[in-house]
T-cell receptor, first 110, second 112 residues
Framework: TQLLEQSPQFLSIQEGENLTVYCNSS?????LQWYRQEPGEGPVLLVT?????EVKKLKRLTFQFGDARKDSSLHITAAQPGDTGLYLC??????????FGQGTRLTINP | ETGVTQSPTHLIKTRGQQVTLRCSSQ?????VSWYQQALGQGPQFIFQ???????GRGNFPPRFSGLQFPNYSSELNVNALELDDSALYLC???????????FGPGTRLTVT
């Protein structure tokens, strides 16, 4: 069974600070997605990483896929209150089922 | 381009009843996946439909069933509802040859 573990599960920091969220597995994934979910809404796709060692940047967000394609990280620079939400990593996708981590609930305090 | 839509938004049912949830996929997307998200958890895969056929199933009992129609829209049916079925039910669609799934807003089901 493929499992993804995210850490930390909860994170509350001040505006302007940096943070990193981790997503780890013992399984290899063909691709990995990061989503952000607001309360009462569906997850919104932020990025897909496919190649081991790949780094993608989305404004202040930097996503990295591990060399062995078993882990990923999300780094946010100078966090803002608008970054508050539930961040989910998910492996697989497309014609395959997505296996989700349990999520990291991020709160950015003004 | 129209995104993934789901109906209804909220639903309250009694234990033992049956429920049907609906999903319209994003324009041009022919694969639909359904997920159950319990409070405080990540989504769990229920099943996927491609060209009107079930194309993979997660660890859910047979009382969870689905359909996909020629226009690629889909239904999730749950029979004999249990209290633990209370959750946010998410539908996601995928385009041909893509590895990305796009989610609808979900249906919040409460079983009392």
């Amino acid at each position: 069974t493929q499992l993804l573990e995210q850490s930390p599960q909860f994170l509350s920091i001040q505006e302007g600070e940096n943070l990193t969220v981790y997503c780890n597995s013992s399984s290899v994934f063909s691709s990995l997605q990061w989503y952000r979910q607001e309360p009462g809404e569906g997850p919104v796709l932020l990025v897909t990483v496919v190649t081991g060692g790949e780094v993608k940047k989305l404004k202040r967000l930097t996503f990295q896929f591990g060399d062995a394609r078993k882990d990923s990280s999300l780094h946010i620079t100078a966090a803002q209150p608008g970054d508050t939400g539930l961040y989910l990593c998910a492996g697989g996708g497309g014609a395959q089922k997505l296996v989700f981590g349990q999520g990291t609930r991020l709160t950015i305090n003004p | 381009e129209t995104g993934v839509t789901q109906s209804p938004t909220h639903l309250i049912k009694t234990r033992g009843q049956q429920v049907t949830l609906r999903c319209s996929s994003q324009s041009g997307h022919n694969t639909v996946s359904w997920y159950q998200q319990a409070l405080g958890q990540g989504p769990q895969f229920i099943f996927q439909y491609y060209r009107e056929e079930e194309n993979g199933r997660g660890n859910f009992p047979p009382r969870f069933s689905g359909l996909q129609f020629p226009n690629y829209s889909s239904e999730l049916n749950v029979n004999a509802l249990e209290l633990d079925d209370s959750a946010l039910y998410l539908c996601a669609s995928t385009g041909q040859g893509s590895n990305e799934q796009y989610f609808g807003p979900g249906t919040r089901l409460t079983v009392t």
